[in-house]
């Protein structure tokens, strides 16, 4: 069946816009997560949404950024005001149910910021 | 988060085993073993997860010591494609979503 899906695969923006990050899930998992990746690291947690509600917003590194998921399925990650410093993979990820368990990854949006 | 502590990189030639070892020395009783390999470009895939002793899928086996301090992947016969990161992680049924990759082990497998 269809894995995750991510969109754009790129995305490049000017310091200070605002960009949308949007990831499509496999059918029917309840779990969906955001992670960030810069070169060299592994990837880090951002957020965690159980249904339509996040449930753990803790890897959100400021309030610039943002998600939603308000249909319980599409997430987008919102970004406002970028630095550079955001520049890097944004990967989501989606489980049928959250834990310690498998993860399906999508492929990644890589957003640089100029 | 118990913290992991792993190899940067390895090398390997085809046809080798290939064993990679974590250590997590502060492991917690509710704390899973999972193991992600990583290809460039892509999002981690899962490949095998174990609470204590052995596990073996199609894929690697995981071993894991009685007193859980430590855990071995083993890649039976490496190919060229099994070049990747290979990422050791561990957490609890609680938390355990939040996935604390770390930095990961670079193989590199050649002729």
């Known amino acids: 069946g269809a894995g995750v899906s991510q969109t754009p695969s790129n995305k490049v923006t000017e310091k200070g816009k605002y960009v949308e990050l949007r990831c499509d899930p496999i059918?029917?998992?309840?779990?969906l997560y955001w992670y960030r990746q810069s070169l060299g690291q592994g990837p880090e947690f951002l957020i965690y949404?159980?249904?339509?509600?996040?449930?753990?917003d803790s890897g959100l590194p400021n309030d610039r950024f943002f998600a939603v998921r308000p249909e319980g399925s599409v997430s987008t990650l919102k970004i406002q005001r970028t630095e550079r410093g955001d520049s890097a993979v944004y990967l989501c990820?989606?489980?049928?149910?959250?834990?310690?368990?498998?993860?399906?990854f999508g492929p990644g949006t890589r957003l640089t910021v100029t | 988060l118990a913290k992991t502590t792993q190899p940067i990189s390895m090398d390997s030639y085809e046809g080798q085993e290939v064993n990679i070892t974590c250590s997590h020395n502060?492991?917690?009783?509710?704390?899973?073993i999972t193991w992600y390999q990583q290809f460039p470009s892509q999002g981690p895939r899962f490949i095998i997860q174990?609470?204590?002793t052995k596990v073996t899928n199609e894929v690697a086996s995981l071993f894991i010591p009685a007193d859980r301090k430590s855990s071995t992947l083993s890649l039976p016969r490496v190919s060229l494609s099994d070049t990747a990161v290979y990422y050791c992680?561990?957490?609890?049924?609680?938390?355990?979503?939040?996935?604390?990759f770390g930095k990961g082990t670079s193989l590199l497998v050649t002729p």
């Open positions: 990820a989606s489980s049928p149910n959250a834990g310690p368990y498998e993860q399906y």
């Open positions: 059918s029917g998992h309840t779990a």
């Open positions: 949404f159980q249904g339509t509600g996040a449930a753990d």
């Open positions: 502060n492991i917690a009783t509710n704390d899973y």
């Open positions: 174990g609470y204590k």
């Open positions: 992680l561990v957490g609890d049924t609680n938390s355990g979503y939040a996935l604390n």
